[in-house]
């Protein structure tokens, strides 16, 4: 195929190249960009990465050329299908990142449109300034998408949509001529109709179209009626017909309003300049009011918004339920109490905790004077954070149902008069009841919209058919409401049909009209808001599809491999940045490449699964292609709403492609680590030798595959099963506290002394330390998609520790990616006879930290054992402990030494991943990503700091990265004995 070449003569070719990885034709990357967070997916002819205006304006030559259409994206994770089509999805969230100019003291910022909303927060708060509208996408969402769906969000009472604060926009017209949007007198818009050119024929068109009468009225009588604060029907005409040129007395006018919501189907946007304000005050208290049933919310949530808080956010049963399974939310429920049909959050902003206090007092003595809510926890400071963290995560824990019925975006964003929202819910829930469905209800009660999903399966013909219907008869319904069908997701290709419905065909036939003078080429993401094909086509879902079975080696419980894939919504959890924290995705935090994402991942594995025609649909060299720069690290597990582990998924999936096509030298020889490493204990001053000897050692690396910059491991002195024989005998330990401790390959061979220094610390506190008869623990073979080996290697530890492990007689491991493979993978790859056994062993498994931190709490371990010296220590904690586990007790475990202070660095993985980091193609990724914020934190780190690691990886890319020595923290504590 051919693909778009970005020349430097102003021109746009085809050529037989891609130029830069900017332009893409091969099926992957259309793969990749088929489909957003919405129910559709369509492929587009190509993708695009410009870095300039001046690529724009050739991508825009190129389409009119070709008679092709450019689709606007940023996030992609817009739920309408916006950027879902069949032109070239031009995707500017890599390039157009820069925050150009702050006026502090005028309160206003430019940006371009890749800008992410939290980021841009950042760099305003020393300024004491902030945007206000905030999506639940904010760590991720970018302003351009923010501006294309005029977005809102949970504080929306306060500070509305994205609309009310854009001032400005820079953007290029569909002839590639440059215009500029702003606030105009009205001499300065009668100005701007005269000429020829297309700004002016825009101009023109408009001041015709609404300087009509009949046209007005027909505007005002039809469209969403004022009182709903929400209002993204169609084109912004009914507040466009208020501005001075039609209204006397009106605002002067601004093109702004209109291209707010208008979905890159006007004119494509390179600058935006936005209206900022001052930060909140700086308490913040949320009232979590708990109801047994949605409706008395609803009724709550009317005097809730007497007090003025600046948000009011229905949570419902079903989500609440979700969060329970999900590792990270099961955290934030601590707040709940019983099983409520719902829970109103009410946010308040103050300056003092009194203030806050004592207003939660008057709207519950309101509530429950109304007799409505049992509970009504108030929560500040870090549990706050928590509420909004598990609130923002209900959109990716819809994803989580088993089976194929999901919660589907259909009619998740009417929006009517918060007035009207009680009966308007009860109607909506009488037309589900009609069908047998029933809806999960979330969201912004306080603007009088509520999220609805209805849970309907889209892969058969009936559902298909019931995705249709509800969209038609809650059209209507919203209609009867005059409320809006889209609140702020914007109308796409899901609600466009229906807008005719919505404003009537007076004002469709003028919203066309507009499309066309601004557009006359339809070149601009063309079939959203207007001319919409059919809602129930182009989805992910083909009706009546049908799947085979796949066999595979891990258990995805009540689910196949496909299902677990398709858990993926698309929401983009997985783009969010350094800056915003967390572990997910570090491949995609280096380079900013959707091909990187979690959700590429799940996506290109899900296209395979369902479309192959091979008999083994796993081998694909495209889904090898795109699996490779995932680290395994496991933070999808935990931090993905959706629990979309894509670590399993690649596991399971090269095993099935090694069977088609071989397993390569280097994974063999990764995989056998044990047994390599054997083999260099028997003589390890020669081995460490010739790892370390630069013509020998890069022999070595280059024979294997290794990085020749990356240092090799070495082997300890003698290996910890054959000190801690000698140990036993010549210091023989009897005690009534018994625990085994699991002897890992990696602390076996290579950190040998930590073992040591472990074992020796917790005889000093007094257990018996004995090391039960047990296996590798096959993380090796697991970390190179050897599934097979692995399920073999397990169920044999399973059967050789379950008769020892028990309440009484816990397992403890020092290395976090071998000791918590026993409470992750040895689950899903038990065979079915052990499957009870494999379940029971976890309950009873822990880190090395854990143990210690849960025995000091119980009192079992004196804190008078230990310096009480000062000492700083900045922890850097390994992935899969973080999604697994979490630092909490490895902080706690640091701090038993009186003046120990501990701070967690807030890296994500620290890049090396096992072996990934080793691999002299990932070499360079691996280092980036150490960069990001790991190697930085290190190197500016005090000189008597201690910095700490857990994982083996992590302290070698460290030493690697920065020369600086890690410890584990269990030296730490040791080194730390009176």
Not at 78 to 83: D, I
Not at 409 to 428: G, Q, S
């Amino acid at each position: 195929m051919q693909s778009l070449n970005f020349n430097n003569d102003g021109g746009a070719a085809a050529t037989g190249q891609t130029t830069g990885r900017r332009s893409f034709f091969d099926t992957t990357m259309r793969t990749l960009y088929a489909t957003d967070a919405s129910a559709y997916r369509e492929l587009p002819l190509a993708v695009a990465i410009p870095k300039s205006s001046q690529d724009l304006k050739k991508l825009i030559a190129f389409a009119l050329q070709h008679k092709t259409s450019l689709i606007p994206r940023t996030a992609g994770t817009s739920l309408a299908g916006q950027v879902v089509g069949n032109g070239i999805v031009v995707d500017v969230s890599k390039y157009f990142t820069g925050i150009i100019e702050l006026n502090a003291a005028e309160k206003w910022v430019r940006v371009q449109p890749g800008v992410i909303r939290d980021e841009l927060n950042m760099f305003l708060k020393p300024h004491g300034l902030f945007f206000g509208p905030e999506t639940s996408t904010a760590n991720r969402a970018m302003i351009g998408g923010m501006v294309g769906n005029n977005s809102c969000g949970s504080n929306s009472v306060v500070y509305r949509s994205t609309r009310e604060h854009l001032l400005e926009v820079t953007a290029l017209l569909s002839d590639g001529s440059e215009a500029e949007f702003k606030t105009l007198s009205l001499d300065e818009f009668h100005a701007k109709c005269e000429g020829d050119g297309l700004e002016a024929a825009i101009y023109k068109k408009t001041r015709n179209l609404l300087s009509n009468y009949d046209n007005q009225v027909e505007i005002k009588k039809e469209f969403p009626k004022r009182s709903v604060e929400r209002r993204n029907t169609g084109y912004a005409v009914d507040i466009l017909v208020d501005a001075a040129p039609f209204t006397a007395g009106g605002e002067d006018f601004n093109f702004c309003k209109l291209v707010a919501g208008s979905e890159g189907t006007l004119a494509f946007i390179t600058e935006i300049k936005l209206n900022v304000v001052p930060l909140p005050p700086k308490e913040v208290g949320l009232l979590c009011v708990h109801f047994n049933s949605i409706d008395e919310s609803l009724r709550a949530n009317l005097i809730a918004l007497k007090y003025k808080p600046s948000a009011s956010e229905l949570i419902d049963h079903y989500i609440l339920e979700c969060t329970k399974d999900n590792i990270e939310q099961s955290k934030n429920r601590f707040f709940v109490q019983g099983d409520p049909g719902a829970i109103l959050v009410i946010e308040f902003c103050r300056e003092t905790r009194e203030e806050i206090t004592a207003i939660a007092q008057q709207v519950e003595a309101d509530m429950r004077a109304a007799n409505l809510g049992y509970h009504f926890p108030l929560l500040f400071g870090a549990d706050s954070k928590k509420i909004w963290t598990l609130r923002k995560a209900g959109l990716g824990l819809l994803s989580n149902l088993p089976g194929d019925e999901k919660a589907v975006p259909v009619i998740e964003d009417t929006a009517v008069d918060v007035n009207d929202l009680p009966d308007f819910i009860r109607d909506f829930n009488e037309i589900l009841k009609k069908h047998d469905l029933y809806s999960v209800h979330y969201a912004h009660a306080g603007s009088g919209e509520i999220h609805l999903r209805p849970i309907i399966n889209l892969k058969t013909v009936e559902g298909n058919q019931l995705f249709r219907t509800i969209a038609e008869e809650i059209a209507t319904l919203v209609k009867k409401y005059n409320g809006s069908l889209s609140g702020e997701h914007g109308d796409g290709r899901l609600r466009g049909e229906f807008i005719k419905q919505m404003v009537g065909e007076k004002n469709y036939a003028l919203l066309k009209e507009i499309k066309k003078a601004w557009d006359p080429n339809n070149i601009f993401n063309p079939n959203k808001i207007v001319d919409t094909p059919s809602m129930n086509t182009m989805l992910r879902y083909v009706p009546g599809q049908q799947t085979p079975d796949f066999p595979t080696h891990f258990r995805f419980n009540n689910q196949n491999v496909l299902q677990h894939a398709e858990q993926c919504n698309g929401s983009g959890d997985c783009r969010k940045t350094a800056l915003s924290g967390g572990t997910m995705c570090p491949s995609f935090m280096a380079t900013k490449n959707e091909k990187d994402t979690t959700r590429a991942r799940a996506n290109i594995l899900r296209e395979f699964l369902t479309n192959s025609d091979k008999l083994n649909r796993f081998d694909h060299k495209e889904i090898y292609e795109v699996m490779d720069l995932c680290l395994s690290c496991k933070g999808c597990k935990s931090e993905c709403p959706s629990n979309v582990d894509v670590a399993k998924l690649k596991a399971e999936f090269l095993q099935h492609y090694y069977d088609a096509n071989g397993v390569p030298f280097r994974s063999k020889l990764i995989a056998n680590f044990t047994a390599s490493a054997k083999l260099g204990a028997m003589a390890p001053s020669l081995y460490n030798f010739a790892v370390g000897n630069k013509l020998i050692g890069g022999a070595i690396k280059s024979l294997s595959g290794f990085a020749a910059k990356r240092s090799m491991p070495t082997m300890y002195k003698t290996t910890l099963h054959s000190w801690f024989a000698k140990h036993q005998k010549v210091n023989p330990f009897t005690s009534g506290k018994k625990i085994f401790l699991f002897c890992d390959e990696f602390t076996n061979y290579n950190d040998t002394e930590i073992g040591i220094k472990a074992i020796q610390l917790l005889e000093k506190s007094g257990y018996e330390v004995t090391i039960p008869t047990h296996l590798e623990s096959s993380r090796t073979w697991l970390s190179k998609g050897l599934v097979r080996k692995a399920k073999e290697i397990i169920n044999k530890n399973i059967d050789l520790l379950y008769p020892v492990i028990n309440e009484n007689n816990p397992l403890i491991g020092i290395e976090p990616s071998a000791i918590l493979t026993l409470r992750d993978e040895y689950i899903d790859l038990a065979t079915d006879d052990n499957l009870s056994k494999a379940k029971e062993l976890a309950r009873h498994v822990y880190t090395i930290e854990e143990f210690i931190a849960k025995e000091f709490a119980a009192g079992n371990i004196d804190a008078a054992l230990f310096s009480t010296a000062t000492k700083k220590i900045k922890l850097h904690g390994h992935c899969q402990q973080k999604a697994l586990s979490g630092t909490a007790a490895t902080v706690s475990m640091l701090s038993i030494p009186a003046n120990y202070s501990v701070e967690t660095i807030p890296s994500g993985c620290c890049g090396m991943a096992g072996s990934f980091g080793y691999e002299k193609e990932h070499y360079d990724l691996s280092m980036q990503i150490g960069e990001l914020v790991l190697f930085p934190a290190v190197r500016n780190a005090a000189a008597d700091t201690i910095i700490a690691a857990p994982g083996t990886s992590c302290r070698h890319q460290i030493k690697d990265g920065t020369g600086a020595k890690a410890k584990h923290p269990v030296e730490i504590l040791y080194e730390a004995l009176l």
